[in-house]
T-cell receptor, first 122, second 110 residues
Framework: GAVVSQHPSWVICKSGTSVKIECRSLDFQATTMFWYRQFPKQSLMLMAT?????????EQGVEKDKFLINHASLTLSTLTVTSAHPEDSSFYIC??????????????????FGEGSRLTVL | GEDVEQSLFLSVREGDSSVINCTYTDSSSTYLYWYKQEPGAGLQLLTYIFSNMDMKQDQRLTVLLNKKDKHLSLRIADTQTGDSAIYFC??????????FGQGTELSVKP
């Protein structure tokens, strides 16, 4: 099946520093990737939709200047948490839609998820 | 607005069947999905159902969809300890985004 890889799996940083998380689709091309944030024992909150070659679309309430998203190629999107603070500590998960995914001729819009990246800001 | 609701916990004994329920509000959903998340990991797609289907079976998994009541369920037959995880249902809205429920934590006791 399709594989999405995130790196790093976990990162600890000091308050005020910036952290970059990478999301790669390993065996398929993804024109669209999604970034989610998950708090302990809670659901996934969609932060933004990353579109290859264009600006990301952010959900309401998500700070664009805080969470910088770059989707430079069909297999890579990056999320940079700028000037991180302890409240940014969370589990960040990306997903990618295989633009070629077909089941019986219909595109199910199946999303493949990365393993997640746990950010801890001290 | 769009909302997906699930019960938070379910505990079953090994070998029993598990039924995880989900309700949603968006009647225009095209696809509905079930994902599994193990501790500290991403989400794994278990199965999906198209909105014009009532039922889908895939080995130990059975998905039932009642579109009139906007109710989705996932039945796991012969539940094993390895099935312990958090299960998320999600609907795909017309914009192509997935709206997730809060997740149901399934605990399987030997």
């Amino acid at each position: 099946g399709a594989v999405v890889s995130q790196h790093p799996s976990w990162v600890i940083c000091k308050s005020g520093t910036s952290v970059k998380i990478e999301c790669r689709s390993l065996d398929f091309q993804a024109t669209t990737m999604f970034w989610y944030r998950q708090f302990p024992k809670q659901s996934l909150m969609l932060m933004a939709t990353s579109n290859e070659g264009s600006k990301a679309t952010y959900e309401q309430g998500v700070e664009k200047d805080k969470f910088l998203i770059n989707h430079a190629s069909l297999t890579l999107s990056t999320l940079t948490v700028t000037s991180a603070h302890p409240e940014d500590s969370s589990f960040y998960i990306c997903s990618a839609r295989d633009r070629g995914s077909r089941f019986g001729g219909a595109n199910t819009g199946e999303l493949f998820f990365g393993e997640g990246s746990r950010l801890t800001v001290l | 607005g769009e909302d997906v609701e699930q019960s938070l916990f379910l505990s079953v004994r090994e070998g029993d069947s598990s039924v995880i329920n989900c309700t949603y509000t968006d009647s225009s959903s095209t696809y509905l999905y079930w994902y599994k998340q193990e501790p500290g990991a991403g989400l794994q797609l278990l199965t999906y159902i198209f909105s014009n289907m009532d039922m889908k079976q895939d080995q130990r998994l059975t998905v039932l969809l009642n579109k009139k009541d906007k109710h989705l369920s996932l039945r796991i037959a012969d539940t094993q300890t390895g099935d312990s995880a958090i299960y998320f249902c999600a609907e795909r809205n017309q914009g192509g985004k997935l709206i997730f429920g809060q997740g149901t934590e399934l605990s399987v006791k030997p």
